[in-house]
């Protein structure tokens, strides 16, 4: 069995960006309904504030004191916080994975400038913190929200180090960005507008070439709001999280010994969170608490 954290706290439960971040709190509780964080190999932690001067190291010194100045400081902190702890666990060996929770996103943040419910960018504040901290160099990125990671995609633009692969065709922010032809490290795929057609269009394009890559650690923004009762692509069901979800898992289990941190910031209605979180940490943490559902 995999060791997996789940990082959560209040501040980004209570105080989540509400209309992006509809069901975070609901998202953490489903856990403890179904009693997932029982289980001896499911650690949970309290996220901490990020340190402002780890947040520096990506973003410029006018944005975070912009950001200081709006409601949505501490529960950035906290949302980034949750996500560079998770990198120090997996990357010290005491954790295998990680399910991050965030009460606001982060692919949509550039150095100094930011839209749609993100502040600090969290995966870029990640890779900062593991490269510095502990001297790994490689990462893959796969996003499959609705939305073009557009400050994803500009922080790490040029580092060949990092493999951005990002579904968001078809939908705006996408392709019309016209960064379809990106490097061989950058790149952008269109969504299935079906359960079936996201899980084929994901299974030909991350798992080979995350191998391939060989990266020391997986980041996986993963966006709800490709949902059907959500706001964005709104065509998939509850039930293609957790098959995402294992795919991406035995991608990591491949490519790099299992290192995967998910960040989600529960952007669907409460109760497909609550279906598919529960779910996605029995694949993470390999329980089979849920063997033998039908899918
Ligand atoms: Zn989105
Ligand atoms: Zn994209």
Known sequence: MKRTGVFYH???GKGAYKTLAMSVEEGFQSLERENVLS??????????????EVI?????????????????????????????????????????????????????????DAWGGCYFNDSMI?????????????????????????????????????????????????????????????????????DEKELENVKKEVPGRVEEFKPDLIYWV?????????YGTATLTERCYPKLAGMIKETADRACDGRLIVKTACNAPAWATAYAMPRIVDLLAELGHFAGEST
């Open 10 to 12: 209040d501040v980004c």
């Open 39 to 52: 289980y001896p190999n499911v650690i949970f932690y309290e996220s901490k504030p990020a340190d402002e």
């Open 56 to 112: 520096g190291k990506v973003h410029a010194e006018n944005w975070i004191s912009y950001v200081k100045g709006t409601p949505w400081w501490e529960v950035s902190l906290y949302s980034m916080g949750g996500a560079v702890q998770a990198t120090e666990e997996v990357l010290r060996g005491k954790i295998d994975n990680a399910l991050v929770f965030g009460g606001v996103g982060g692919h949509h943040a550039h150095s100094d």
């Open 126 to 194: 990640g890779i900062h913190y593991a490269r510095e901290n502990f001297g790994v160099k490689r990462f893959a990125i796969i996003d499959t929200d609705t939305h073009h990671g557009d400050g994803t995609r500009s922080l790490a633009s040029g580092d060949e180090h990092i493999l951005h692969i990002c579904f968001c065709g078809s939908f705006f922010g996408g392709w019309m960005s016209g960064e379809k032809t990106g490097d061989r490290t950058k790149l952008c795929f269109s969504h299935g507008f079906s």
């Open 222 to 230: 993963f966006g709800l709001d490709t949902h059907k009762d959500s």
